[in-house]
Structure formats: structure tokens, C-alpha cells
């Protein structure tokens, strides 16, 4: 029989949040669905779980000086959510909490210019955490690629039949953005670059970017090739996610390579604190555009811009691309803040043991439960634990036993795994014999 404990934590929500949930677990984290085994027909325990201690709302009293999430920014092209952006695409995700602070259009195909190098980095990432490629692996630069070297953005891979590093073609694509080092890239680890865009939009649907179809490695126009501001995202939280050990790439602001010195077209990287990545691209077609992360107090924003109002960039002194972009990652720092509602190992509630030494197991939380909400306004979700109960010992500390349901006031409801928060062995023979005669003589007393 389910069992559902309620936690009502603190009073119902001052105010709504002005946020939008992203459909599907896309950004839950840790926040995923966890499919219960079917339980046993046992007694349960009626008790309710202890409450959790609540989250200190003192530090979060509401400001008369400081406009909310909702408020837009005057003379700018209004968003669906958030605040005004020149952007013609735009999406903010704080993806700890899966919490949307600004979408403009963010569905609508668009070009992804030299973001799609991105994807071609991901596989990249993937490949040598497979352990099928390492850094010090060449790949042979073929007259494609040297071709390539004489247009757009490039690395100057060198003469065909040359080699040059997976290391250095990675900081190639990151830092200088070439298009030669991708197609190297594709044709060392596909064949040919055809090859490598199947490999892509294979990825792409393995990561659910529904709304991505790639044709090349390098974002270089094509007919057919697009993508959305969500995807970006998408790729930016997998990549940032997936990959710790090669994310550092990102924040390479200069390189030098065949003795030419570049700087990463990524402004933001000296200019913004906490931006640790990712790419900028442009097309005549498209405009310029970027994805980009920062990290503050140990909180992280994902943050999409393009489109063709960004303007030209300028070689000094940032260009309105940057200075939009920087714009609306202060704004989302300043203007929400993330509350704790469980720190890791917390205890959410106790669950009934059958035929275990201990009448109860604690059900604890592995990882940290965080909800975001506008800055001064109290957070207080509605926390169900659920789980199949009374648990069969024996129970092993660290087994997953149910999920913490974290209602939010914008409709989103977030899962949360729960595990044991500590080890119920079996009862002997004879507890056994004494537990179940005691239950099916005296059980209707109870």
C-alpha cells in the first residue's frame, strides 16, 4: 500500500513565482523520477514523519528598492518570461532547481553558427572519457580541412598530411572557434564529416534536443542545420555536467598555436565574474549569439542569447553581444535566489520497517534539494515522501526507497530520490515468529 508522508514547510507562498518550468526532466539534476519495486502487503506505521527543521527566512525579507522577477526592462522587446532582451532568442535556467527566469522564443529554430561546434566538442568529451581517444591522439589534417583554414574562423591547422593533437584541435574549436579543427575532429573520429553530423544528431537525440538537426561539425550554413536557445542550453548544462574533468577548456581566454596568439571570442570570460564558458557564434543569417555559465557562491545560471538585434562586435572594449549578455546574467543572479530546503543527508521522513531490528529507517536525501525563487520572497514548496511501505528488512544504508515530491507554486512538481538513511538488519527466528504472531492474534487491536 502507498504510503504518502506530508511536510507542509512554513506558510503557503507570498507571491507566485514568475517562472516557467522546463518541459520534462531536462534540467532536474538530481531531480529524477525513481521507479519503485512493488512492497509487500504489510501493517503500517500512522505516525507522522518529523518535521524537518525550516530554512531561515530572516535573511530573505522582501525589498521595496528591488523590482521582481516579473518587472521588465523599459524600451526593450518584451519576453514571454523574464525581463526584456534585444535578443531575438533567449533562455535562463538556473538547472539545480530546473527553474526557467527567462524565455523569449526559445523553441523557435534558429541558426546555431559556430555554437554547434559545442556538439562537436561534447563527442570529443565523450570519447575520451570512453577512454577511445586521449589528448595526446593526432588526427591527420586532410585538404578539406586546410581549405577550411582559409575562411571563417580558424585555428591554422597546417598543410594537408600534417597531424596536429586532440588537445590542441579541442582548445582550437573552444578558444579560436576554428572551423579546420572541427572538420579534422569529425574526419579523425567518423571518416568524414557527413559521418560525424549523423553521430551528432544521434547525440542530440539521446541528450533530447527535440528541436536540433546538425549538418556539419563547425556550424558552417547549411540548408536544414538549426537549433533553439533551449537546446544550447541543453548542451551547455550536459557538457558542464557530464564532463567536469574537461569543462576547464571553456575558460581558456588566449592561445597560441603555429605562433599566432588569439583571444577567445568568448568576452565574458574577463568582463563578467563567475563565467567560466562556453561559445559565441555568428551568421549573416542568423546574427550573433552565445551560450554562457557562471558560477556565484556556488550557484550556476545557464544563459542563452542570439539573434540578429545583438549587434557588431568590436575588437575592443566588448561588443553589444557581450554587453547583453553580461546584462542579463547580472539580472538573474541579483533578482533570484536559491533556497535550501534539505541539505545532503538530511532526513525528510521515517519510514515503517516490517520484521526489521528497527521499527523505522530514516529516509534521507542524497544531494541537496534547492528551489528558486525571487529575490526577498520566502520559499515554501509542499514536500510529500513517497515510498512503498511498511519496508521489508533487511535494508541496506544508501538503498533507494521512494522520492521527495517537491510541489512548486509555478505547478512544476520535482522528484528527489530517497535512500536509507542508515543500515535495518532482519530480525532473528524468533523475533520474526514473535512479530508476525504478535500481528495477526492482536493486529486488529491496533
Given at each position: 500500500m502507498l504510503v504518502w508522508w506530508l511536510i507542509d514547510r512554513l506558510r503557503p507562498l507570498a507571491a507566485l513565482l514568475a517562472v516557467a518550468g522546463i518541459a520534462g526532466a531536462t534540467f532536474d539534476g538530481y531531480a529524477q523520477q525513481q521507479t519503485q519495486d512493488p512492497a509487500p502487503k504489510r501493517p503500517q506505521s500512522t505516525k507522522p514523519a518529523k518535521p524537518v527543521q525550516k530554512p531561515n527566512a530572516a535573511a530573505e525579507k522582501p525589498s521595496a528598492k528591488k523590482p521582481t522577477i516579473t518587472q521588465r526592462t523599459e524600451g526593450l522587446p518584451p519576453s514571454q518570461v523574464g525581463i526584456g532582451t534585444l535578443a531575438q532568442f533567449a533562455f535562463m535556467v538556473d538547472p539545480q532547481t530546473s527553474t526557467v527566469l527567462l524565455f523569449k522564443d526559445a523553441d523557435k529554430p534558429m541558426h546555431p553558427s559556430s555554437m554547434a561546434k559545442m556538439m562537436t566538442i561534447y563527442i570529443a568529451f565523450d570519447e575520451l572519457t570512453a577512454g577511445r581517444l586521449k589528448l595526446d591522439t593526432k588526427f591527420r589534417v586532410s585538404e578539406k580541412a586546410w581549405r577550411m583554414s582559409r575562411q571563417g574562423s580558424t585555428m591554422y591547422v597546417g598543410d594537408p598530411g600534417s597531424e596536429v593533437t586532440v588537445e590542441d584541435l579541442i582548445k582550437g574549436m573552444i578558444v579560436l572557434s576554428g572551423n579546420d579543427a572541427c572538420i579534422v575532429v569529425a574526419e579523425g573520429m567518423a571518416g568524414t564529416e557527413e559521418g560525424f553530423a549523423d553521430r551528432m544528431n544521434k547525440k542530440a537525440n539521446e541528450l533530447g534536443m527535440t528541436g536540433s538537426v546538425f549538418k556539419n561539425a563547425s556550424g558552417w550554413p547549411a540548408e536544414g542545420q538549426m537549433t533553439t536557445a533551449r537546446d544550447l542550453a541543453l548542451l551547455a548544462w550536459h557538457t558542464i555536467n557530464d564532463f567536469p574533468q574537461y569543462y576547464h577548456f571553456y575558460s581558456i581566454q588566449n592561445w597560441t598555436y603555429s605562433n599566432i596568439k588569439q583571444d577567445n571570442r568568448n568576452l565574458l570570460l574577463r568582463q563578467t565574474p563567475g563565467v567560466d564558458g562556453l561559445k559565441t557564434g555568428h551568421t549573416e543569417e542568423g546574427g550573433f549569439g552565445q551560450p554562457v555559465s557562471a558560477v556565484r557562491d556556488g550557484r550556476r545560471l545557464i544563459l542563452v542569447v542570439t539573434g540578429r538585434a545583438?549587434?557588431?562586435?568590436?575588437?575592443?572594449?566588448?561588443?553589444?553581444?557581450?554587453?547583453?549578455?553580461?546584462?542579463?546574467?547580472?539580472?538573474?543572479?541579483?533578482?533570484?535566489?536559491?533556497?535550501?530546503?534539505?541539505?545532503?543527508?538530511?532526513?525528510?521522513?521515517?519510514?515503517p520497517v516490517w520484521l526489521g531490528e528497527q521499527d523505522k529507517v530514516p529516509l534521507v536525501v542524497a544531494h541537496a534539494v534547492q528551489v528558486t525563487s525571487p529575490t526577498g520572497t520566502p520559499a515554501t514548496p509542499r514536500v510529500v515522501a513517497r515510498y512503498d511501505g511498511p519496508l521489508p528488512a533487511p535494508i541496506v544504508k544508501g538503498a533507494k526507497l521512494g522520492t521527495a515530491a517537491v510541489s512548486l507554486p509555478d505547478g512544476r512538481v520535482i522528484e528527489y530520490p530517497l535512500e536509507a538513511g542508515a543500515d535495518v538488519p532482519r530480525q532473528g527466528i524468533v523475533g520474526r515468529v514473535f512479530t508476525l504472531a504478535r500481528h495477526y492474534l492482536f493486529g486488529w487491536l491496533s
Open positions: 545583438m549587434g557588431k562586435p568590436q575588437h575592443e572594449g566588448g561588443s553589444e553581444r557581450a554587453q547583453e549578455t553580461a546584462r542579463l546574467m547580472e539580472w538573474g543572479f541579483r533578482e533570484s535566489t536559491n533556497t535550501t530546503i534539505f541539505k545532503a543527508g538530511d532526513t525528510v521522513a521515517e519510514a
